[in-house]
């Protein structure tokens, strides 16, 4: 299974930025697909995840700024941020919780896009 990650670079606070992510290979199918984000000197933190019927999840910081949208049929998983800040400078990455068989499920990241808020 890969995750392929498009989207980022700099934008100056305020702005907008929009992720994709698709993901290609054997896959039975997607449990749950979503971006974690990590700064410089932080942890990984989860972003947002939406699961296979629907449900979503934002980090409270994002919340009203940052959508997810996921569209099971292509595999395929983007966030529009809005009204960015300097603190939602990091690493995006991509994440799928992929069924790849009756009984394999497992992890996958992408490669991370660097996010950049700055004047």
């Known amino acids: 299974v890969q995750l392929q990650a498009s989207g980022g670079g700099l934008v100056q606070p305020g702005g907008s930025l929009r992720l994709s992510c698709a993901a290609s290979?054997?896959?039975?199918?997607?449990?749950?697909m979503g971006w974690y984000r990590q700064a410089p000197g932080k942890q990984r933190e989860l972003v947002t995840q939406?699961?296979?019927?629907?449900?979503?999840y934002y980090l409270d910081s994002v919340k009203g700024r940052f959508t997810a949208s996921r569209d099971n049929a292509k595999n395929t998983v983007s966030l529009q941020m809005d009204s960015l800040k300097p603190e939602d400078t990091a690493v995006y990455y991509c994440?799928?919780?992929?069924?790849?068989?009756?009984?394999?499920?497992?992890?996958?990241w992408g490669r991370g896009t660097l996010v950049t808020v700055s004047s």
């Open positions: 994440n799928a919780n992929v069924r790849t068989g009756w009984y394999e499920v497992g992890d996958y």
């Open positions: 290979g054997s896959i039975f199918n997607i449990n749950a």
């Open positions: 939406i699961t296979s019927d629907g449900s979503t």
